[in-house]
């Protein structure tokens, strides 16, 4: 189980609202992306979902239970992998269920040799390339207790054919569990790649101004980013941008 | 070929000279010292030379081993109280905010006031026994180890104290799983100040009043004039900080083993 909805959420910082009345609900094993400008407020949502900050009004349900405020309902992968140094990878991946109470290694040795990073299990995190700290990252999110998980622009420090590779990576390990999704990003294709919705955000105050039901099967594959058809759905996210950024 | 040869002799020298050139410093300093006291016939009330010391060193063992086993026992004693009122202090004052605030500028000042002052004060107080010189060492040790722990926790990564927030973790975990091995090298830092501190702080303490130590051995043999006990002394109060500290250095790297200087 892993549905969100937000209600009405609204925020502001010293009096400049950041984020107007959102409205949106991730359905069980969804992957929902919002899509918006830089500084449009997408981590502060998320701050919001994860309890580190309060919203102003509106409330989050997780399940029909209210989680308005409270911490450790959702797992979270922040922008920067934020990995313990200390720790070695198998000890970093199960940190979030560590925190919750009950670990299993051998569950986390299965998903890391799953997740292309056998032989890694001991390794530091200063040992590994961006990308794969990013994988396990993600790992760790996976192996986290709740249900529900938040990404908040995974990808972003990451060049261009590491991103194509991480992209489908995490395609083909979601497409396994089906936890819900949501996935904050700036760039189109990724959105449209990954998602089964997409929101977009307006600029400030960002409300979400359009939604989208993306019709691509699954599993997808790479070939999917030349097909006309995604490359009109291309096309038709890039003008709803520019249209609300003007 | 023959160049060749040559050149890796070089480099070769070159990688001993730059490891051993400190060895190779000390040792060329004994020399000196031990050609010049004989040439120029320095009395040996006034400097004696390297091998009446290391005469003396080996001779005299059954005139000092007391007062050796003492002071390495002192110290050690010191140190260890030291450093564990110093951690819980450290702790109490990260997990309290308010009292920090308060008490974090005066142990800062308090640092530039030589404890070893006050020592005539605890002496007066706490008379000649164990306590008043456990005091000092405690004190002594106990600055640097708060300082470089409250350090250590205040410098805690924002990326991962948010993560661990957002993850739901309680107060206690952060602390446990977070904070405190974040803090770790910084307080390895602390750690080796006061070691070298509580030896510095048990020989001082002795020397204000005591019948056996370090500090006890080198009063007597400074007003007899054995100038070569005081420089045993000085020997042996420099290999004890040294093993304190590779004793130090070694759990160290057993503790932050694979740990970068970095964050990553
Ligand atoms: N704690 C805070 N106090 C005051 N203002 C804040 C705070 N956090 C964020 N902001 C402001 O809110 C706005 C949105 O920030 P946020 O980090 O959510 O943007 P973002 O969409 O995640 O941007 P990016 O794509 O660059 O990551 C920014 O203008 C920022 O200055
Ligand atoms: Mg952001």
Redesign the interface.
Known sequence: MGELVATNITKSFDSKKILDRLFFTVKEGEFVTILGPSGSGKSTLF?LI???LQPDDGTFTLNQEEITGR??????T?Q?P?????R?VLKNVV??S???GEVDFNQAKHMLEKAGLSGYEDA???QLSGGM?QRVAFVRALL?PQDFICLDEPFSALDEFTRLEMQQWLLKIWEEHRKSILFVTHNIEEALYLSDRILILSKKPATIVEEYTLPFARPRDQDLFLTDEFLQWKREIYQALQGNLN | MFQLLIQNRLSFMKKIVRHYSSVIVIIAILFIWQWSSKLLSIPKWLLPAPTDILNEAVNGWNTYTHHLVSTTYLSIGGFVIGVSVGLLVAVILHLLPIVRQAVYPLLILSQNIPIIVLAPLLVIWFGFGVLPKLIIITLVCFFPIVVATLDGFRQTSPELLHYMQMAGATKGQLFRKLEFPHALPAIFSGVKIAATYSVMGAVISEWLGANKGIGVYMTLAQSSFRTDRVFVAIGFIMVLCLIFFAIILTLEKVLLKGRMHTNG
């Open positions: 701050h994860g309890g580190m911490r450790g309902a959702i797992s979270y922040p920067s934020s990995l313990l140094p200390w070695t940190l979030g560590e925190i919750k530091y995190p200063h700290r986290s």
